[in-house]
T-cell receptor, first 115, second 113 residues
Framework: DSGVTQTPKHLITATGQRVTLRCSPRSGDLSVYWYQQSLDQGLQFLIQYYNGEERAKGNILERFSAQQFPDLHSELNLSSLELGDSALYFC??????????????FGPGTRLLVL | AQSVTQLGSHVSVSEGALVLLRCNYSSSVPPYLFWYVQYPNKGLQLLLKYTSAATLVKGINGFEAEFKKSETSFHLTKPSAHMSDAAEYFCAVRNNAGNMLTFGGGTRLMVKP
C-alpha cells in the first residue's frame, strides 16, 4: 500500500458527461501528479500540482482540468467525455517538487469507462 | 527531450529462469531512471531507481538493474523467476530539470510453471 488513495475505483458514464476523480496524497507529500494509462497511448503524464499551485503540464486536454486544495488532496475534472477518454487514471504523490531522484508513489487508479 | 524504449512488449520465461527486461533511454542530460511494476488491477509500485550513486542498483523482490551509459541502457534482471513475478514492468526516466516521469511502453512478464 503506497499511502496514496483514489476514489472512486471504477466509474462508468456516458459520452458528453463530466466526472471528477479524487486523490489524497501520502501524508506530508506536497506534490500530486495525474497520469493516464490507455491501451493506445500507454502511460502519460497529465499534470502536476505542488502545494496548491500548478507546477508542470503534460499531455492534458483542454477538456480536462485539475486542482489541489489547501489540505493537499487533488481532483481531476474530465468534461465533455468521449469514448477515447476511457482509461485508467493514476494519481501519484511525492514529498517535494518532484525533481531528480525523488520517488513518486502511485495510487491504485480510477478506471473510467465512457459508453 | 527524454524518452524510454522497452524492447519486447511481452516476455515469457519459465519459473526459475533468468528474467531480463530491456530498457533504453534517451536523455540530453544525465538521467534519473526508475523501474516500476504493476500487478493486475493494481497501481504502480517502485522496484528500484538509479540515482548515479552506483551503476548496479538493487531493488525489491530480488530485482536489480545496471546503468550502462555507453549503451544508454538500464536493463532489469532477476536470477530466478517466480510465479508471483508475473506483472507488467515499466521503465521511466526523468532528467534533473524536469518533474515528470516519461514511461516506456511496458513489458508484460509471463512466468510459466
Amino acid at each position: 500500500d503506497s499511502g496514496v488513495t483514489q476514489t472512486p475505483k471504477h466509474l462508468i458514464t456516458a459520452t458528453g458527461q463530466r466526472v471528477t476523480l479524487r486523490c489524497s496524497p501520502r501524508s506530508g507529500d506536497l506534490s500530486v501528479y495525474w497520469y493516464q494509462q490507455s491501451l493506445d497511448q500507454g502511460l502519460q503524464f497529465l499534470i502536476q500540482y505542488y502545494n496548491g499551485e500548478e507546477r508542470a503540464k503534460g499531455n492534458i486536454l483542454e477538456r480536462f482540468s485539475a486542482q489541489q486544495f489547501p489540505d493537499l488532496h487533488s481532483e481531476l475534472n474530465l468534461s465533455s467525455l468521449e469514448l477515447g477518454d476511457s482509461a485508467l487514471y493514476f494519481c501519484a504523490s511525492s514529498a517535494a517538487g518532484g525533481q531528480g531522484m525523488e520517488t513518486q508513489y502511485f495510487g491504485p487508479g480510477t478506471r473510467l469507462l465512457v459508453l | 527531450a527524454q524518452s524510454v524504449t522497452q524492447l519486447g512488449s511481452h516476455v515469457s520465461v519459465s519459473e526459475g529462469a533468468l528474467v531480463l527486461l530491456r530498457c533504453n533511454y534517451s536523455s540530453s542530460v544525465p538521467p534519473y531512471l526508475f523501474w516500476y511494476v504493476q500487478y493486475p488491477n493494481k497501481g504502480l509500485q517502485l522496484l528500484l531507481k538509479y540515482t548515479s550513486a552506483a551503476t548496479l542498483v538493487k531493488g525489491i523482490n530480488g530485482f536489480e538493474a545496471e546503468f550502462k551509459k555507453s549503451e544508454t541502457s538500464f536493463h532489469l534482471t532477476k536470477p530466478s523467476a517466480h510465479m508471483s513475478d508475473a506483472a507488467e514492468y515499466f521503465c521511466a526516466v526523468r532528467n534533473n530539470a524536469g518533474n515528470m516521469l516519461t514511461f516506456g511502453g511496458g513489458t508484460r512478464l509471463m512466468v510459466k510453471p
